[in-house]
């Protein structure tokens, strides 16, 4: 019995890796070409804030030169053939943990009445938004429907999994 279970793991296990399958974690050209834009337009805003305040947004500066270049090497790379999604992910999220503390204290210098300008906490919290965005999108873009059933609803009813359904595959049967 256990020899039967055994091969029914196996089985599954090279179904759920066959070539039939699309990869959940790959991105297309589409992304890629987002993922480019993104790093790009990150770029353009660092430098647009930087020229707005030229002492004060160092490190929003910093971030948007560093994280828009990875990001726009991430599109490059991934319009040239690279497929995986975890360069442009390790990228989005501490350049959205850093724009998140930039624009809390931009917006904390503006409500004590110290700046006048909504100019750079503006700004910035757009390029926030933005990152925010990107980050969703590479988590959660191009997925097929199945991907967000619970788990066992996927392997039963999945599209992309083959035409076999292994319901019974992790129950334990004793006599």
Known sequence: MSGKLQASRNERDVNCFS????LLHTMNSKMALYILTHGVGLIAFALLTHRVTPGIAWVTLIT???GGGLCALWGVLGLLGHRRRIGALLTLIPVCLV???QAVSAWMVRSTGKSESLLLPTLITLMLVASVGMLMYVLHGNRPPEFYLPGTARREGSLSRGKDSHSDAGRHQSK
């Open 99 to 101: 724009l998140i503390t």
């Open 64 to 66: 948007g030169l560093a």
């Open 19 to 22: 070539k039939a399958t699309p």
